[in-house]
């Protein structure tokens, strides 16, 4: 089993401030996505990065793949309630996924 | 629409009386797997289908098996469910080569008594 940390595993905020949130394994993954999950629905995905140091962005969510391909992290810039959520990051391996134990995120208002 | 779709969404059954849980996309998708979700655990792969008759065990594939005899559907069979097996399960697509996006279903919520 390959597993995948995530820290922190709660994390509650104001709206407008920033967060970032780590997900990290000893092993290395050919890709590695993150998701949101909401109570009562499945994962959606939000990214995907595959190559080592590789930086991508969505709006206000940034996503890094670190350099060895063995970690990520999601940084989210003036966070809104709307953010809340299950944030979960996943590593492929072959044919296989992995899934972190994901960051329950409140954005109050 | 693009979907996953499952049924059913939430059932309680008791132990031993064997159930089954449909999955069925409609992307024409040869990648689709079964994941169950635990408090603290996260997502864990029960097992995976690369395309029709091919399927592989995933990380936790005991007490439960699966088939995929057409490409839209992979039901998760649980031949005598125990309360262990309580749980919210999730089936997911992904459309081969790329494995950029999984689709994933709305989940089932199992319970065994």
């Known amino acids: 089993t390959q597993l995948l940390e995530q820290s922190p595993q709660f994390l509650s905020i104001q709206e407008g401030e920033n967060l970032t949130v780590y997900c990290n394994s000893s092993?290395?993954?050919?890709?590695l996505q993150w998701y949101r999950q909401e109570p009562g629905e499945g994962p959606v995905l939000l990214v995907t990065?595959?190559?080592?140091?590789e930086v991508k962005k969505l709006k206000r969510l940034t996503f890094q793949f670190g350099d060895a391909r063995k970690d990520s992290s999601l940084h989210i810039t003036a966070a809104q309630p709307g953010d809340t959520g299950l944030y979960l990051c996943?590593?492929?391996?072959?044919?296989?996924?992995?899934f972190g134990t994901g960051t329950s995120l409140t954005v109050i208002p | 629409e693009a979907q996953v779709t499952q049924n059913p969404r939430y059932l309680i059954t008791v132990t031993g009386k064997k159930l089954t849980v449909t999955c069925s996309q409609n992307?024409?998708?040869?990648?689709m797997s079964w994941y169950r979700q635990d408090p603290g655990l996260g997502l864990r792969q029960i097992y995976y289908?690369?395309?029709?008759?091919?399927?592989d065990k995933g990380d936790v594939p005991e007490g439960y098996k699966v088939s995929r005899k057409e490409k839209r559907n992979f039901p998760l069979i649980l031949e005598s469910p125990s309360p262990n097996q309580t749980s919210l399960y999730f089936c997911?697509?992904?459309?081969?080569?790329?494995?950029?996006?999984?689709?994933f279903g709305p989940g089932t919520r199992l319970t065994v008594l």
């Open positions: 996943a590593g492929g391996s072959g044919n296989q996924f992995y």
């Open positions: 092993s290395v993954f050919s890709s």
């Open positions: 990065v595959v190559t080592g140091g």
């Open positions: 997911a697509s992904i459309g081969l080569p790329s494995t950029d996006t999984q689709y």
């Open positions: 992307m024409n998708h040869e990648y």
């Open positions: 289908s690369m395309n029709v008759e091919v399927t």
